[in-house]
Every structure is written in C-alpha cells, then in structure tokens.
C-alpha cells in the first residue's frame, strides 16, 4: 500500500429534514404541483440523507455511490427551492478539530442548503481519500482507481476553495476555510502524481519517465510544504502531517535521482551516475527522518544503496571517472499526468430525481409572476362588468324598471319582477342569511391576526435573543444579526398587516351597506302575503297598449341580454387557463433563462385580448342602452299621468333592496373565502417563520455552549510545579543534539515548531507567505413573488391591492397541520370543509 494521508471526515448531526421541507414544498408549490405527490421523496431523502452521512465513515468504494447520491439529490433540489429558504439547523462539527477535555468540538450550524452540500462534499472529497488510501500499490486496477479518486478529490477541494465563502456567508469552521482548502487541494493532486509513479514503475516504463514523473511529484509536495507551514494553517493538521510530505518531498527527489541514474548507466555516463545515487540515497535517508517512518521507499532505497556499491567499485576498478557536483548536473524533466478534475455532475451513475416533478425555481418563479398579470387582468375585467351592471341596476331601480310597466291595467297587485326577486332572496337564505354570516366575519378577523400576532411574537422573541446575546458576548457573537435573517420575513408580515386592515374596512363597508337596505331586505324575505300587505295601496295609469310601455318592456328584454353576455364573459375570464409551464421550461432550456414579462404578455394578450374587447362592447352597449330607456321612461311617465307616490318608492325600495342583497350576499362570501385563503397563507408563513426560529434557536445553543466552554477552558488556572520537584536531585534536561551534516540539511521533527525547507532539485527554497482576495459582498435572496387569491370590491385582491399577496399556498389547499391560535366559529361556508387543525398552544 502507498502511504497516503487521507483527510479526515465532517461529522454531522441528526436533524429533521422531513417537516420543514414539506412547509416549503407546500408554501412555494401549491399553485403548481400537488405537495402531497411529493412526501413519499421527502421522506425517501430523509432515509437517504441518515444512510449517506453514516455510511461515509465505514470508508469503503460501496459508500461512495451512497453519498454520491444523496449530494446529487442536494444539487437538484436547490435548483428548485431557494437553498436559503429551507430553514433546518444543519450543524457539522470540525473534520480537524479531536475535541477537548470537556467533549466539546469545534462545529458551525446554518440552516441553509448549501451549507449542507457544501460539508457533504467535503466528506465526498475525504472518503475518496481515504478510499484511495486503501488501495494497493501492486494491483493496476486499484492503482488507476486511487489515481482517480484522488484527482477528483483534489478538484473538489478546489472547487470548493472558491465557493464555500460565497456560499455560508459567514466565518467557516477551520477545516472549510478557503486556504485549508486549497491546502487540500494541493495534497490530494501531489499524492495523485505520486500513484502515477507507482504506476509507471509497476508498469516497467521507461526509466527517464519515471524520472520526469517524480521530479514533478518532488515539485508538487514542495508546494504542499510551503503551504502546510504557514501561521495559519500549521496548527490545524494531525500532527505527522507535516513530517510525512516531507518525507514524500525528499523521497520523491531520490526516486527521481535514482530512475535517472538508471538512464546515465545505459548511457555509460558512470560519473553522472554514481553522483546521483549518492543523491538519492541520502535523499532517502533524510526522508525517513523527517518522516520518522523507516519503510518509506525502503525496497527503492535498497536498490539504490545496492547500484551505488557495484557502480563505484566498477569504477574505482575499470572506469576511473571523475564524479561530477551534483548542483552541476542537468535538471531532470518534468511530466505531470495528475490534473485537478472539474466537479462532476452528476456524481452518481443511476441518478433519479427524487422530486422530478417540482420546476426549477426559475420556471415557478416565472409562474408566479405570470399568475399575477394574469390575476390582474381577470379581476380588473370583473370590476369593470359588475361596476357597469350595478350602475345599471341602480338607473333602473330609480325608474322603478321593469316593476312600473308590469302593471298597468290599475290593478293594485304586486308586479310580477317584485314577486320574483322576494322569492329569489328568500331561496337564498334571506336576511338571516347575511346576518349570520356577518356575524361570523369578526371570528375569522380575529383567527388570522392572531396568527400572525403570534408569527411576529416568534420573530420578536428570536430578534430580542440574539441581540441579548450579541450585547452579552460582542464580537465574540459571531454569527448573521438576525435583522439581516429576517427581512423578508418581516416585510410579508407588514403586507398581511395591511391586507387585514383593508378588510377591516371592506367589512365596515359591507355592515353600512347592509344597514342602509335592512328594511327592504326584510320585507323581501317574508311571505307573499306579508309583502303584498307591507306595500301600499294604489294603482297605476292605464296605458297598456301605450307605445313608451312596449319600448321600455323591448329595452328591458336588452338589459337581460346584456346581464347574461356579461355572466358569460365572466364565467370566461375566470375559467380560462393556459399551461406555461411548458412554455416556461423550454425557455429555460433553450436560451439557459426565462423572459417571463415578455412570454406572459404574448401569452396573456392572445388569450384574454378578445375578452377585453366584449368587456369593453358591453360597456359601450350599455351606455348607449341607458340613453334610450331614460327617453322612453319619461313619455312613459307623461302617458300614464299621475301615480301613486307612496307605492312607488316603495317598488324602487324594494327593488334596490334585492340588488343590495345580491351584492352582499357576493361580498360576504368572497369575504368568508377571503379570510379562509388568508389563514392557509398565514398558516405557511407561520410554518416557515417557525422553521426558521427553530434553526436559529438551535445555532444559538451551539454557539452559546461554545463560548461557554471556551470561557471556562481560558478561565482555569495553569498547574504549578510541585516543590518537591525542584531541588538538587533532580535531573536536568540534556541540550538539544546539533543536527548531523549532511546533503540536503536536514529538517528538525515537527513538533519543534519551525517550518521544514523546501527543496527543489535539491536546493533550499525560501518560504512564502499566501495572500487571500476579498470575497463578494453577501446579496439577499430575492423577494418572492406576490399571490392574488381571486376576490372582488370591497375585499383586498390585486385590483385594489397594487402591492399583491405575499407567496404562499394557493386556495383550495388544505391547510398543514398546526398553527391557528383558536378553532373557527361552526358553520363556515363549504371552501374548507375539512375543518380547521387543533390549536398548537
């Protein structure tokens, strides 16, 4: 076996990944994939997750296809959550970090997904490692396997050099740290270029390659030396470390030395040659001394001392040439075959998404904005019908139409348009009815600011911790202030605030509204009889034959009509629907991103464009329509004369008193629906407000035990010297032994604390310190896109809300398990007619 080092793994915690993922799925999905199809995949990630993360440290080939796996599943996943989002305390201790006497241990927790992928391909990286550390050095299939592993290693540390920082956001355990990482990096391609060696000598090339082949390996262990040794970094690694890749250095340096010196006797070059065997014997012998390891290269070292003894005394006997200076002598080549890998996507060869049926974040975040135009557009066009169908209404009950042309034969009966708007309000529940449901709107007010009084008490509560904490340890207190964290949270919180403000006032509204028609409403729910009593007595002109009678009654025909184009074009505008998802993702998948304002408006224009056209003829029609109904009821009224006064206002009464009920009856069940959708919105924006305290109340225990620790390890005072260890008797330690000279010098062991030199083809290389860049300054994740549950006047909606809804389940979505402060008041309209969870505190 070649004697690698093989870098040590991260050790993670448990966690629960199965409920805060199905809150996010569940919030950010439910207008476009069911999320109950995807709780079978989360739970099969949570058994993957507990599999991979485990399996990594029984150090086998097996176990790489495992974690593989479970890191593709990662990639995939962030594509279609925002990584930040997923609000779960991952917590990975230090791979470096062995604890202390109190069995605490270095280890950062971010909820964060990329945090996550970031530590689980960094085990990736280890277990190649170690895998390639196990192989044998006599075997050519294991000796390509190792050769492989490490390269990809050592790329996947590079690639993670450049990304863990912008990634994590925040200072990174030691084993993350950028310079650990290249550190890594380096090591990982130098022992790869050393199994090439191997290679080439199990393999009998020539001698002049392998030569070149460990010269370059000698180069690159050099430069993992330098960097080894620096400050920073030396203190970090297991303390042999650094004594091995000095031994590998020099080693290397003999191996190249002596398969050179081969190439010189083939050559007949015998003084060359016997000058480099003295070379590279004492270049094994240092090796084995930085390294403290007798077996390092010893069959080599062997041959090597063997050459050397038959090729002076060929010469002291035949040749008699001179021996030339070894720093006289042409350098040997150079040939690297090692390459830092590019990270592979993906990992595993069978890979299966497990949530193949969620769109990449970019496609539901173009969904999302597409909905809302189209949002807009639907309920403006809505507006505008029932606006032009209530003015219209109102001129018509002022004219007391079509009740004063229903009878007009002198009879005192009721008209017949009367009779049937009283049986149409009674069908529908009457005044009890409305009152019953207005009487339910307080409770479902007071169900929704409670939870989210409760989701800013959550918020309130983390803040006032931290910043506790923050005042209490300083700059200690290292990690994000929670102001950055919650942003977002908070200013949905300010936009639910507002939505439920400006229902206070459409249910205001509505209460007006009812009161001012109460008495009408009354009367139209009674029985036939009572109403007939309830209106007074007269009659009307005769004037049934009367040209203005026939004109009114043919206009009224057209005002049905109209009414009837306009359900029609309603019933259009809302079930309409068009499929971008498709769209969406062949976008994506063509030009590598989504032009969504220019995609929807194409989209939206074909398909709601010749609606808008019939909303806006309609409109126009009406206007014309009530010119001549206004001109035929007045030669109406001069034909039939004087009439009843009391009687008729007491038709118009009644007659607005329907359209008043018809209108309340529609804004007090888009305002029960309303409020229904609100709660499913606030109860997965509680979820995922939840989530997050949750991790971050787990962060802050981990950090705050840290600190703790580390104040008592930094408080305790150091042991003194018993007395009776001090006197005359006692020994007194021996003076450092003078290193012994030789060719190179050689190094002192590690524990002495000074760096070892470096030496390249021999000579000493002066020790460089790194320099590091800054990183990018952190971006917030974007906002995320508004949501319109479909609502009209007075109730908030995207018409009359520019601002929109925050993100969150769509309606028609059974609310997740948990989060309302109380039970809703019996007898809720059918939307939700599962009922409502249990209260969680």
């Known amino acids: 076996m070649a004697e690698l080092i093989s870098v040590p793994l991260k050790k993670p915690s448990e966690v629960d990944l199965v409920t805060p993922l199905k809150n996010l799925i569940q919030s950010r999905y439910s207008t476009a994939d069911k999320p109950e199809d995807c709780n079978e995949a989360i739970n099969e990630l949570s058994k993957l997750r507990n599999t991979a993360i485990w399996k990594a440290f029984e150090k086998y080939e097996s176990s790489l296809d495992i974690i593989y796996g479970y890191y593709d599943q990662l990639v995939s996943l962030e594509t279609k959550i925002p990584a930040q989002e997923l609000q779960v305390p991952f917590k990975w201790k230090d791979a470096f970090d062995k604890g202390s006497i109190f069995g605490s241990r270095i280890s950062l927790t971010i909820p964060s997904l990329s945090y996550e992928k970031i530590c689980v391909l960094f085990n990736i990286a280890a277990l190649q490692s170690a895998v390639a550390a196990s192989q044998s050095v006599e075997n050519d299939e294991s000796l390509k396997l190792a050769a492989k592993l490490l390269q990809q290693s050592s790329g996947i540390f590079n690639h993670l050099k ?21 550190a890594l990096s380096n090591l990982m391609l130098a022992q790869a270029q050393e199994i090439f060696v191997h290679k080439a000598i199990h393999d009998n090339m020539k001698d002049s390659i392998v030569a070149k082949l460990a010269s370059q390996c000698e180069d690159l262990y050099g430069e993992c030396l330098k960097v080894f040794q620096r400050e920073n970094l030396k203190n970090i690694w297991d303390k042999d470390w650094i004594p091995t890749i000095a031994g590998k250095q020099a080693a290397l340096h003999a191996v190249a030395q ?11 070059q015998i003084g060359e040659e016997i000058a480099r065997l003295e070379h590279s014997v004492s270049l094994f012998q240092t090796a084995q001394q930085r390294s403290g390891k007798a077996s390092l290269f010893q069959d080599l070292q062997h041959k090597a001392q063997r050459n050397l003894t038959e090729v002076k005394k060929d010469n002291d006997f035949i040749y008699h040439e001179r021996i030339p200076d070894i720093k006289s002598l042409e350098l040997i080549g150079k040939a690297q075959p090692a390459k830092v890998l590019p990270l592979a996507q993906p990992m595993s060869q069978a890979f299966k998404d497990l949530f193949s049926e969620l769109v990449p974040v970019a496609v539901h975040q173009a969904l999302a904005a597409y909905d ?14 029932r606006e032009s169908t209530t003015t219209l209404n109102g001129i018509l009950a002022s004219l007391n139409l079509p009740a004063a042309i229903e009878v007009t034969d002198g009879s005192s009966g009721l008209p017949p348009s009367i009779i049937e708007k009283a049986n149409t309000v009674s069908q529908l529940g009457g005044i009890n009815e409305l009152e019953k449901m207005i009487r339910e709107l307080p409770d479902a007010l ?39 964290l919650n942003e977002m949270f908070r200013s949905n919180a300010a936009k639910y605030r507002e939505i439920i403000n400006n229902a206070v006032q459409a249910d205001k509204v509505v209460r007006e509204k009812f009161e001012s028609h109460r008495e009408g409403i009354a009367l139209l729910s009674k029985s036939p009889a009572e109403l007939q009593a309830a209106v007074p007595q007269g009659s009307s002109g005769t004037v049934t034959n009367s040209s203005a009678v026939n004109t009114l009654r043919q206009l009224m025909e057209e005002v049905e009509t109209i009414k009837a184009e306009r359900d029609v074009i309603e019933s259009e505008l809302k079930n309409t629907n068009f499929d971008m998802k498709t769209k969406f993702l062949s976008a994506l998948a063509k030009d590598g991103a989504i032009s969504e304002p220019a995609l929807s408006v194409e989209n939206l224009g074909q398909i709601y464009g010749p609606l808008q056209k019939q909303v806006r003829e309609s409109i126009e029609k009406q206007e014309g329509l009530i010119a001549k109904i206004q001109q035929a009821h007045s030669q109406f009224i001069q034909e039939r004369g004087s009439t009843a006064s ?30 229904n959708d609100l709660t499913q919105l606030l109860v997965a924006f509680q979820n995922k407000v939840s989530d997050f305290c949750f991790a971050r109340k787990t962060e802050k225990e981990e950090l705050l035990k840290d600190l703790t620790q580390e104040s008592s390890r930094g408080s305790m005072p150091t042991p003194t010297q018993p007395s009776y260890y001090t006197g005359p008797d006692v020994k007194k330690e021996a003076p450092p032994r003078p290193p012994q000279p030789s060719q190179p010098p050689q190094a002192p062991p590690a524990s002495g ?15 460089g310190a790194s320099t590091s860049t800054p990183y990018p300054a952190y971006v917030p994740p974007p906002m995320p896109q508004g949501y319109n549950p479909y609502g009209t006047m007075p109730y908030p909606n995207s018409y009359n809300y520019p601002g929109g809804f925050p993100a969150a389940p769509g309606y028609g979505q059974q609310p997740p398990p948990g989060s309302y402060p109380q039970q809703p008041p019996a007898g809720y309209p059918p939307q939700n007619p599962g009922g409502y969870p249990p209260n969680p505190w």
């Open 372 to 385: 809302v135009r189209k949002t807009e557009i639907v309920n403006a066009e809505i507006g505008r019908l």
């Open 446 to 484: 007071k169900r929704n600011q409670d939870i989210l009084d409760e989701t800013d008490r959550m918020l309130n509560e983390e803040k006032q911790a931290d910043d506790s904490l923050r005042q209490q340890f300083k700059e200690r207190w290292t990690r994000t202030p929670s102001d950055k």
């Open 162 to 182: 450049s990304t863990v920082m912008l990634t994590i956001q925040q200072d990174p355990t030691p084993d993350l740290n950028p310079d650990t990482l290249g």
């Open 753 to 767: 604390g000074v760096p070892y030199p470096v030496y390249v083809q021999g000579m000493p290389v002066p020790y």
């Open 258 to 268: 002596f398969y050179q010196s081969l190439v010189c006797r083939s050559n007949k």
């Open 646 to 675: 009391g009687r008729e206002s007491k038709m118009v009464q009644l007659a607005g008193a329907h359209d008043a009920f018809r209108d309340l009856l529609n804004n007090l069940t888009e305002g029960t629906k309303f409020y």
